[in-house]
């Protein structure tokens, strides 16, 4: 086989993975959901939800908008702690593992760590999303093919993502931040928690902190 052969069959072999991957990766989003809307209890929801609005300055009655419903669903997902200190995902995992093959479980791990971050689009394409972290300028590139595909344009979003093989995938709503001053208010504030906190990281920082942040967009 020549060169041009064995590129064009890495690349065939390297897309086939993406969409392998996307795939399960939703799937296991949509298995993780339905298994917290099943399972999580009304004081869980309730405590949740008093906490979210708190934290964005709500009302405690407050009724969610649209978008903050979204956050709001992806938050106690994937970040809000229980009384018993875990996240609702770690518990999908932990108490559905005998169902879950090995590829789902690492792919897990993956939700596992992921955060809310700040990034900035450079580009938008139909296949793909260029875009660059806010810790240290990373490029790296999204699928379009995420849980929620808005009409995006260049500029700073919230994002969770989930790496693949050649794409990350957009998990959870794109959050448009409204300025720079809101990305600079964040990095000042982590520089500041790590003179506290010199082993903290800009992702455990993220997980712990990120709503703050948004609720000032």
């Known amino acids: 086989m020549d060169m041009d052969g064995s590129i064009l069959d890495l ?4 897309k086939a993975k993406q969409v392998q991957g996307e795939n399960n990766a939703l799937r296991l989003y ?3 959901k339905d298994y917290t809307e099943r399972t999580a209890n009304i004081r869980e929801k309730v405590r949740a939800k008093h906490l979210f609005r ?4 709500l009302a405690p009655e407050a009724a969610f ?5 979204e956050v709001f669903q992806d938050w106690f997902l994937f970040d809000y702690k229980t009384i018993q200190g875990s996240t609702m995902f770690s518990l999908f995992l932990k108490n559905n593992y005998r169902q879950l093959s090995e590829s789902d479980l690492i792919q897990g791990a993956l939700f596992l760590t992921s955060v809310m971050e700040p990034i ?7 296949e793909k999303i260029s875009a660059s972290g806010v810790e240290d300028n990373t490029s790296f590139l999204l699928s379009q093919h995420g849980v929620f595909q808005p009409d ?8 969770r993502r ?3 093989q050649m794409y990350d995938l957009p998990i959870g709503p ?8 809101a990305v600079n208010r964040l990095t000042r504030a982590f520089s500041k928690s790590k003179l506290k906190v010199p082993d903290l990281t800009w992702r455990a920082f993220l997980k712990s902190n990120v709503l703050f942040f948004i609720s000032g967009e």
């Open 11 to 14: 690349h065939s072999f390297r």
């Open 30 to 32: 949509t298995l993780s």
């Open 54 to 57: 708190k934290t964005l300055g």
């Open 65 to 69: 908008s649209p978008i903050q419903q």
């Open 120 to 126: 900035r689009i450079l580009d938008v394409s139909q």
């Open 152 to 159: 995006l344009s260049i500029g700073w979003y919230f994002i």
């Open 162 to 164: 989930i790496p693949i």
């Open 174 to 181: 794109f959050i448009s931040i409204q300025s720079n001053e």
